[in-house]
């Protein structure tokens, strides 16, 4: 069984991107595409938010967690590890965990650093 994904992503030196680019496990010579707008889905199905950016560690050059919208009518803004994506499709993000474990997450403030 897999352990539960950090949810919390360190952030010592960060900038926020409108797309980036990830190596899950499979192949790190074919890294996933996130693009703003995408929808993330958990893994017993629901829509969870749409990504708003993605946040790159400036030291590593890397995606280190996706910055998403939760909201529906008002903007509420949330950050998730890229531990918790599963799967990155053309169009979709399956998430590795469940909706309860999305209330868990931590409200952005505004900040990245």
Partial sequence: ???EPSLQ????NYRLFEE???CLDRDPNFPDEIN???PLITRDGYLTGHVAAVVVDLTKNEVTS???NRGRRVADYRLINIDAIEYVSEHVI???INRESTAS???WDGGIG
């Fill in 20 to 22: 980036g680019f990830i």
């Fill in 66 to 68: 996706v910055l998403f």
């Fill in 9 to 12: 992503p360190a952030q010592p």
């Fill in 36 to 38: 703003r707008g995408m």
């Fill in 94 to 96: 399956l998430l590795n």
């Fill in 1 to 3: 069984m897999r352990a």
């Fill in 105 to 107: 997450l931590s409200e």
